[in-house]
């Protein structure tokens, strides 16, 4: 007698927007249940950043860039997204694995729910950056064309996306390969008397650092003789 064979998961098609929508809504209403401001939290967050920031490198630091709010505003926007998303993705396999147990869910809907929950900060901080460039008389026609750059970033991170949450799922420790995720929890180690980070992965971003040094510095070394011609 033969065991049961399971049934199929589902693939992945581009028909299934609805549940995208769905779980992506479920995320966002889950992750914004309890804090006062709710779905403006992020933009709140991105606000104080700015101001800090534009504070910083304005007045302490004065770097010579024109319109330099709105060019840091935008640089914001997109790294945060884009290190949110990535972020989220790495573990939502095995943090939603509940999911990848259903059969009828394509389990590659999981990684672009990751990354579209915080588009939504993004949508929400548009108008703000809009309001930036028209306050400091810079707002360029061109801008109708900035949704398509969000779409390239998307695909651009869900590519990353699958990579990552496919590859967490076999090496369990890829979350923690991140360096900067060590680098942080050493400082706040150091700083805050937080929990120190695992030796071995502190060993690793220390030889991992020193190597991409290395190589950085040699490929340098190797083009700097065509400096002259090309500048």
């Known amino acids: 007698m033969t ?6 998961s589902a693939r992945f098609t581009l028909r299934n927007p609805e549940l995208i ?3 992506a809504r479920r995320e966002l209403d889950s992750a914004h249940r309890f804090t006062m401001l709710g779905w403006a939290w992020p933009l709140v967050r991105q606000l104080v950043q700015l101001v800090v920031l534009v504070f910083v490198f304005s007045s302490v630091l004065d770097l010579g860039v024109a319109n330099f709010p709105a060019f840091v505003f935008s640089g914001l926007v997109a790294w945060s ?3 949110a998303g990535v972020g989220a993705a790495t573990t939502t396999l095995l943090a939603q694995r509940h999911l990848v147990f259903q059969p009828r869910l394509p389990a590659a809907v999981l990684p672009i729910v990751a990354v579209a929950v915080p588009l939504v900060d993004v949508v929400m901080a548009f108008p703000v950056l809009l309001l930036v460039l028209a306050v400091s008389g810079s707002l360029s026609w061109t801008a109708i064309f900035f949704p398509l750059m969000l779409a390239v970033q998307f695909v651009l991170m869900c590519g990353i996306a699958w990579l990552t949450a496919g590859g967490s799922v076999y090496l369990r420790d ?3 390969l991140n360096p900067m995720t060590t680098v942080l929890e050493a400082d706040r180690a150091l700083l805050l008397g937080s ?4 030796p071995a992965h502190l060993a690793g971003v220390v030889i991992f650092s020193i190597l991409l040094a290395a190589i950085g510095y040699r490929t340098f070394q ?3 003789p065509g400096f002259v011609d090309e500048l």
């Open 3 to 8: 065991a049961p064979i399971a049934p199929p």
């Open 21 to 23: 929508i769905h779980l």
């Open 81 to 83: 997204w884009f290190a």
């Open 174 to 176: 890829l979350p923690k």
């Open 195 to 198: 929990p120190f980070p695992n």
């Open 222 to 224: 190797r083009l700097e």
